[in-house]
């Protein structure tokens, strides 16, 4: 099985937090979808086993338009066997889930949605920029719910200095109210040419308290743990049954094909990456050229990643994968870092696999660092 990651870059208007690759000028739209059809048709023979999932990713991919989804949809079912699709997901800003998108959203594939409400809160939602608000945001959900969707992930970020410890705990509360099954928390991050970043250099903006962050994440992780949440990824929650299949896969190794402007493909030992500029790949493709990089993966670069994932999921480390794939040489400073991790008691031992205590979950990626393998 594999998955699809479809990128498209427009949004209506820029998150004060965001660094992903998009647009606010809607121009080029036809056009990049357009080319994004032609992607499909010269890149398909990369992908010869059946599709599993399929991920709509943003950018805001609910601003499509419906003939704009219903040409991507003809054009993956003629060019990739998705006979064994599951999951569809579609990335979501509350403002765009009306009754009438909705009702159009019932009769196409999609059967998950991943919502950006970020905040409940007036006061987080404008300091984020964002385009809806507290009562969209809310109102969202319901509205999804009564269309039949059951399958429904909402993203929340904490750490803010407009969200106090109260905020937050009313943030997780209305979610659970909500009735929602699965939920993706991020802490908020200071990215470099990012509104954020800006505004905290020239002094209009607080500086993001590592520590009000921390204790926000404690509160998420024992919280989301007594209302019946598993957390499967540092930053996913999800209930049994709810948990991403389409990121689940990412985080196995299973390999996955993305299409348009700065999306990304894995096929185990290759990773390829599409150009990060909407100009430059329609004009690529408008020339029947694909405008993508590939890299193989060296021994040690794989060996990083799975120690990068690995400790990010509760599937964990399994350390005869890592003398079977990756030799004695590696295996043998593996397990010599690893000891270190244990006497630290940041990593335990669960049915055979290494995954991270409680304690050190806040600092997955700096544990993991201390994994790499360097010749």
């Known amino acids: 099985m594999a998955g699809i990651y479809i990128h498209i870059p427009y949004c209506k208007q820029k998150c ?12 080029s739209k036809n056009e990049l979808i357009f080319s994004l059809l032609k992607e499909f048709e010269l890149r398909k023979n990369e992908i010869q086993e059946p599709i599993e999932t399929i991920y709509f990713g943003g ?16 054009a993956l079912q003629h060019h990739f066997d998705l006979s064994q699709v599951k999951e569809v997901t579609l990335e ?28 409940f809160f007036e006061e987080d939602l404008r300091l984020m920029n964002r385009a809806h608000n507290a009562v969209e945001a809310e109102n969202c959900i319901k509205l999804v719910r009564e269309f039949g969707f059951e399958n429904i992930t909402i993203d929340l970020i904490y750490g803010s200095n407009t969200t106090t410890h109260e905020m937050w705990q009313q943030n997780l509360q209305k979610a659970v109210d909500l009735g929602v099954n699965h939920i993706s928390s991020y802490a908020l991050t200071v990215e470099e040419k990012t509104i954020l970043n800006r505004k905290i250099e020239k002094g209009e903006w607080k500086p993001i308290n590592d520590q009000h962050q921390s204790d926000q994440f404690d509160y998420l992780v024992q919280f989301l743990e007594k209302n019946g949440f598993i957390q499967y990824e540092i930053s996913n929650f999800g209930k049994p049954g709810y948990f991403s299949q389409h990121n689940s896969n990412y985080w196995k190794g299973v390999p996955y094909i993305g299409f348009g402007p700065s999306a990304h493909s894995y ?20 020339n029947n050229n694909l405008p993508i990089e590939i890299e193989t993966l060296s021994l040690e670069d794989q060996y990083n990643e799975m120690m990068m994932i690995g400790l990010r999921t509760i599937y964990g480390i399994d350390p005869n994968v890592v003398k079977s794939t990756f030799g004695t040489k590696i295996f043998d400073y593996f397990n010599l870092e690893i000891k270190e991790l244990f006497k630290e ?31």
């Open 345 to 375: 008691n940041l990593v335990q031992q669960i049915d055979g696999k290494i995954v991270l205590t409680k304690k050190a979950k806040f600092f997955a990626d700096g544990i993991a660092s201390r994994l790499f393998y360097v010749d």
């Open 267 to 286: 096929f185990g030992n290759n990773r390829a990456w599409n150009i990060a500029n909407n100009a430059k790949y329609i004009q690529a493709l408008k």
């Open 16 to 27: 004060s937090y965001c660094d992903f690759h998009f647009s606010t000028n809607l121009n």
């Open 59 to 74: 950018g805001t991919p609910s601003i499509l338009t419906n003939n704009e989804l219903d040409s991507i949809f003809d």
């Open 92 to 119: 979501a800003n509350p403002d765009d889930l009306t009754p009438e998108k909705l009702a159009y959203f019932k009769t196409t594939p999609i059967n998950r949605f991943s919502i950006g409400i970020q905040s």
